[in-house]
């Protein structure tokens, strides 16, 4: 697999990191699609289906204590405010998608 293949499959986003903010990538392709992953090789992967199994029961299972502290926390926190501000696309780059 070549560097080209793997870097064309993400696009980078910010993300937090505790109170720190850190460049992420989002897999725009492959069995990872849509996920925010740490390294863009992370994309094309081959999946673990029993940890796959595992988060799927853990999300049905915590689905609203989950949504409610994740909205709290990006209502409240400073840190995601920003991440949200940085990872909005600009008028300029959203003229040059169209």
Known sequence: ???AE???SVTQVWSRKGS???RKYRCTSGSRKGRIVSK???CTAPKNLK?????????RLKAS???????RTK???PWSKK???????SPRSRKRIR
């Open 1 to 3: 697999m070549k560097i």
């Open 6 to 8: 793997i870097t064309e």
């Open 20 to 22: 720190k903010l850190a």
């Open 40 to 42: 863009p090789s992370t």
């Open 51 to 59: 940890r796959s199994t595992a988060l799927k029961k853990t999300r």
């Open 65 to 71: 204590k989950i949504g409610i502290k994740s909205s």
């Open 75 to 77: 209502k409240t926190n």
């Open 83 to 89: 991440v949200r501000r940085l990872n909005r696309t």
